[in-house]
């Protein structure tokens, strides 16, 4: 019985997001005009699945290597909960970047095809 109300609460607070349909759809948009995609999960994380394209900095680390984010580019950032790519566009906002915080993988590859018009 317990292990089914967890599968249960995992299921439902997985199926929840972080991110609302606007920002995502912002995000591509500023993809497809040439954004970055940074990847702040640690690179074992990165190594077993990511975003094609992205490049990974750990957060841990992106204090000491934002500085090779090209100013004036606009950034996505993603983890595997949103929770360090919250702390990620902080600080990357905080330094004069352009960020969309997605959150996470999945969020980014959900279908907003019926959000565009």
């Avoid at 595997?80 to 600080?91: I, Y």
Wanted: aromatic share 6%; glycine share 6%.
């Amino acid at each position: 019985m317990k292990i089914t109300l967890t599968l249960l609460l995992l299921l439902i607070l997985s199926a929840c997001s972080k991110v609302d349909d606007e920002t995502l759809l912002a995000a591509h948009l500023a993809h497809q005009k040439g954004a970055i995609i940074v990847d702040v999960r640690t690179p074992v994380e990165f190594k077993a699945k990511h975003i094609k394209g992205a490049i990974n900095l750990p957060l841990q680390e992106l204090h000491n290597t934002y500085v090779r984010l090209t100013k004036g580019k606009e950034i996505i950032v993603y983890c595997r909960s949103g929770n360090r790519s919250a702390t990620a566009s902080n600080l990357l906002r905080k330094e004069g970047y352009i960020v969309y915080d997605v959150a996470t993988q999945g969020d980014w590859e959900r279908d907003i095809s019926k959000q565009i018009k």
